[in-house]
């Protein structure tokens, strides 16, 4: 099935500081799925959290961390921004009545190749994967014309960059 992609940038979801991007799939005029890709830009994490402080004001909502906090806090900084950074991640995604056509592969393998293209960044898969992705994940994973990489923290994500 050919179908055409579609690309929104900037959209923002829900007020979060980060970007989130779009592809949608589109055939014969009519629009049959979409996924939304979320990540934080490198300079937008940097003006928001310099500091582990800021991060406590702004994510985590602790005004005034006690020396307690700190390795904690540290801790879920730096996973907050390997999460949101390092690697962009699948937010969501919809493929409207035309499921088991395919229709969802071909939007993971094209989003993956438009954040490599935009950004230089993986696609990893969200942390709060829905039950029917894994197996959509699973086939990704065993197909062997489909470059994949396990993260640090586990899960995998799909590297876009074209082979040489």
Partial sequence: MVLEFRYRLNLRIGGDEWTNRRVEAWRD???LGHLTIAFISRATFDD???????????????REPTDDDCEALYSYYRNFEYFHVEAAHVAYVLVEEHQRQGIGTQLYLEAARWIWRTERLLLGASDLQQPEVAPLWAKLVEDASVTTVRLADGRWALNGRPSP
């Fill in 29 to 31: 005029g009519e629009k």
């Fill in 48 to 62: 928001r959290f310099p500091t582990v402080e800021d991060y406590a004001r702004r994510i985590r909502g602790i």
